[in-house]
């Protein structure tokens, strides 16, 4: 009976130990396979690579795999401060693999591609997210931009209208002071840009007094800014009143130095007011004296005196190194003008 005892006792122990070497070999083969699904995770890319331009799918490996919505939007975040777009982008689309119908993060998909210049992707997901949520200002600007940029100002003006009508109702419950002209004033989250936009617009349409109530409230927001400053003086110079437009185009230059639209305008200032010589001077601040000469003749000419662009055209293109060819043209058609104009 001990033989037997002793038998079943061995008999037990071994098969105790083949039990727990095949739960650990079990536990191995379970750990294995989950670190190669992990693997396979995070080589997986975001379904929505249709978001993606071109060269960033090539550029961009995917690891370490965001955990929830949550920690990929704030990564890519993070990777956009650093200045690293095609990371953040990256990050925004895998966002999407948690919450597909994020309208917020679509825009900011949009928004990226719109600063790598992929325009027509950053169109298409503007108006994406705003299936999602039409009320989402910052895409209604974002199409609004795209759209002025290629000069379809009705369809921009419908998206820029819509953004500052959202913004201004965001201001009034936040109790925002109101100006007597029954806007509100802009804080911190208000988009500048969109007000300068749609009062350019209105300015093309020759709505001026309209023009000049959000580019007062872009001002008041930016007061040193020396291109919302320009477009008032213009505004104020296409609605007839000079001595405003000097006033500010002379400010936007003490703002800015370098800002060549502001020399510009106030070039056509003084052409306006008579002072060809102080125009041409002006001018020269910004380009070569041939050009200087050449534009000056060319709002001349468009302004009827014939004979004196006739002879800045000249002068243009005698200073010129090379052939000027727009010189050219201006001179052959002033010179028609003029002729014209005799035979009258």
């Not at 000097?246 to 003490?254: C, H, N, P, S, V």
Request: hydrophobic share 40%.
């Amino acid at each position: 009976m001990k033989g037997l005892d002793l038998f079943l006792s061995n008999k037990r122990c071994a098969l105790t130990v083949l039990i727990a070497l095949s739960l650990q070999l079990l536990v191995a083969c379970t750990a294995t396979k989950t670190e190669e699904e992990l693997l396979n995770l995070e080589m997986t890319p975001p379904t929505r690579q249709d978001l993606y331009d071109g060269s960033t799918m090539g550029a961009i490996t995917a690891t370490n795999l965001p955990k929830d919505e949550a920690d990929a939007l704030v990564r890519a975040k993070k990777e956009e401060d650093k200045g690293n777009l095609d990371q953040a982008l990256y990050l925004y689309v895998q966002a999407l693999d948690f919450k597909a119908d994020n309208a917020l993060t679509l825009y900011n998909i949009a928004r990226i591609h719109s600063i790598k210049g992929n325009i027509q992707l950053a169109y298409l997901t503007y108006n994406e997210s705003l299936t999602i949520d039409p009320e989402l200002m910052m895409s209604h600007a974002g199409l609004g931009l795209i759209n002025m940029d290629k000069r379809q100002h009705e369809q921009a003006k419908i998206h820029l209208e819509k953004a500052v009508r959202l913004d201004q109702t965001r201001l009034t419950a936040i109790g925002i002071e109101a100006p007597d002209e029954g806007l509100y004033f802009l804080d911190l989250q208000s988009p500048v840009r969109i007000y300068n936009a749609l009062a350019i617009l209105y300015d093309l349409e020759n709505r001026h007094e309209e023009a000049r109530q959000y580019y007062s409230l872009a001002l008041h927001k930016e007061p040193h800014s020396a291109l919302i400053i320009t477009n008032l003086g213009y505004s104020h110079y296409l609605g007839g009143n000079i001595a405003l437009a000097e006033k500010y185009l002379k400010q936007a230059i003490k703002e800015d130095p370098s800002f060549e639209r502001g020399w510009t305008n106030l070039g056509l200032v003084y052409v306006r007011k008579g002072l060809y010589a102080r125009a041409l001077s002006t001018f020269e601040h910004t380009m070569e004296p041939a050009d200087a000469l050449n534009d000056l003749g060319y709002f001349l000419m468009l302004e009827g005196e014939y004979e004196q662009s006739i002879e800045l055209f000249q002068r243009a293109i005698d200073s010129s190194p090379s052939y000027f060819e727009q010189a050219q043209k201006n001179l052959k058609r002033a010179s028609m003008e003029l002729g014209s104009k005799e035979r009258r």
